[in-house]
Nanobody, 126 residues
């Protein structure tokens, strides 16, 4: 397993933007498919976005498509989640996750991921 550290969460008004970052502990970052999930109070953890090893493929949940963008910077060993047009229903703890297997295609299954970060809180006020 690889250690993951998220940052960038906070409080923002509806319609605003935030950018989350995730920095894996290993320099073999490029060998992992990376994903973002979120969990709101009283709800199950749900898929948000995923990106392939080389960044060439991405997949989003319908609830964030067109508003969120996942990307990765190999030089900085970091994966990002740019969140625009935020809504109160985006309020959740956001988790970064790593999958050591090759790109599985457009899949948001939690079971694909081997490693998880500790989460960062995102709160969107109305």
């Amino acid at each position: 397993q690889v250690q993951l550290v998220e940052s960038g969460g906070g409080l923002v008004q509806a319609g605003g933007s935030l950018r989350l970052s995730c920095a894996p502990s290993e320099r073999t970052f490029s060998t992992y498919v990376m994903g973002w999930f979120r969990q709101a109070p009283g709800k199950e953890r749900e898929f948000v976005a995923t990106i392939s090893r080389n960044g060439g493929s991405t997949f989003y949940s319908d609830s964030v498509k067109g508003r969120f963008t996942i990307s990765r910077d190999g030089a900085k060993n970091t994966v990002y989640l740019q969140m625009n047009s935020l809504k109160p229903e985006d309020t959740a703890v956001y988790y970064c996750a790593a999958d050591r297997s090759p790109w599985r295609g457009p899949s948001g299954s939690r079971s694909n991921y081997d490693s998880w970060g500790q989460g960062t809180q995102v709160t969107v006020s109305s």
